[in-house]
């Protein structure tokens, strides 16, 4: 058994932000994470990151100036198509926008850099935890250790195990799933998918389902395929077969234009079912002593660009409230939850509506109008 003053559980961005604010003044912490290497899988794709919480965060860090040579120039742009191939919107990159786009990877590997080494154990998943009274908690892992600590904080995103220390709330699935595909050198090897996703962003939608796709870094279109289907729909898909997974996929955009249904037909990678869960909009609980959560954790939404940003701006302002109360942690939690409530849940409400504009039964002139009314509307 080990024991330690400020534990983080999950390496991901909200959690490593903490750490490295915490750092940032002084405060040392230790992070522990399930995964075995920082590159034990691909992080996911472009990430914009906001003017108004995911770059306050960096900057409250220390790092906004390394941010800003991970961003890929040209991938704000966006577009939203009919499922013709038809161009109903198309806003061009021109350096303005407050949402700059980063590879996740890239971000989190900045990150870890800062941090100082050994600040992250690998390999440490969590098997459970339980409350030891007067404000300390026990944090036992699959290899048989255990941890003692006087802060724990659930980093952990959808499953969270520090989660039930605080509420019995569950992620329920939303009804929608995504199914994530790749193609690799697209300019070159998918030159009509390429030319429709443009330079940043694309959207192709109809109710209830759509294709969305980014170009990332070395012409690599990255697509989500949204369907709103039961998760036995699902499963009923045997994606290990993937020639007959993306058959399968690809017959619920039957008429679609085919330089975009080529983002399922034609795609280098496999595709993988992500069903999307949520927890409920007014996710809160009681002022529990030693414990709070962020991110995912605290406030899981059905993807609406604010995830990650939201995530990196609780682990900031968590760092900077302890910062602020060295010596009264139950002080900085509170502070922090305070705020933490009514934000997540106004961020919980948004996304709802955008949803709506995104797989609506006025998908995708609904979007279409609120982009024309205000191009910052995502």
Request: aromatic share 6%; with cysteine.
């Amino acid at each position: 058994m080990t024991t330690a003053d400020v534990t983080i559980i999950g390496a991901g961005l909200g959690g490593l932000t903490l750490a490295r604010v915490l750092h940032v003044h002084g405060i040392p912490a230790t992070v522990y994470e399930a995964e075995v290497s920082p590159t034990a899988r691909a992080q996911g794709g472009m990430l914009d990151i906001h003017d108004y919480n995911g770059q306050p965060a960096l900057r409250a860090a220390g790092l906004l100036d390394e941010f800003r040579g991970l961003v890929l120039a040209g991938r704000q742009a966006m577009r939203v198509l009919d499922r013709d191939g038809t161009v109903l919107f198309d806003q061009p990159d021109d350096g303005t926008g407050g949402r700059p786009e980063v590879q996740r990877g890239e971000l989190r590997q900045l990150l870890l850099d800062s941090l100082p080494a050994g600040t992250v154990r690998w390999g440490r998943k969590v098997g459970g935890t339980r409350s030891l009274g007067q404000g300390r908690h026990e944090v036992s892992f699959a290899d048989g250790g255990t941890v003692v600590t006087g802060l724990l904080v659930g980093a952990d995103g959808a499953w969270s195990r520090v989660r039930p220390l605080l509420s019995a709330a569950i992620p329920e699935y939303t009804g929608m799933s995504f199914v994530e595909t790749y193609l690799f050198d697209a300019d070159t090897r998918h030159p009509a998918a390429a030319k429709a996703v443009g330079g940043g962003s694309m959207l192709a939608l109809a109710p209830g389902k759509g294709i969305q796709a980014h170009r990332e870094r070395d012409d690599t279109l990255h697509t989500y395929v949204a369907l709103t289907r039961p998760q036995e729909w699902f499963a009923a898909i045997d994606f290990t077969d993937t020639a007959a997974a993306r058959t399968r996929i690809a017959r619920e955009f039957d008429g679609w234009a085919p330089e975009l249904t080529a983002l399922i037909t034609d795609c280098d990678s496999g595709p993988v079912p992500r069903p999307l869960n949520a927890l409920p909009h007014e996710h809160r609980w009681d002022r529990v002593p030693g414990v709070t959560l962020l991110g995912d954790a605290a406030h899981l939404s059905a993807p609406n660009g604010e995830g990650a940003n939201l995530a990196m701006y609780d682990g900031a302002e968590l760092g900077e409230a302890i910062a602020a109360h060295p010596d009264d942690v139950e002080a900085a939690l509170t502070e922090y939850e305070a705020a933490l409530f009514p934000r997540s849940a106004e961020a919980a409400v948004d996304g709802a509506g955008l949803h709506g504009l995104l797989f609506g039964d006025d998908a995708p002139h609904g979007l279409v109008s609120a982009f024309t009314e205000d191009p910052q509307t995502p």
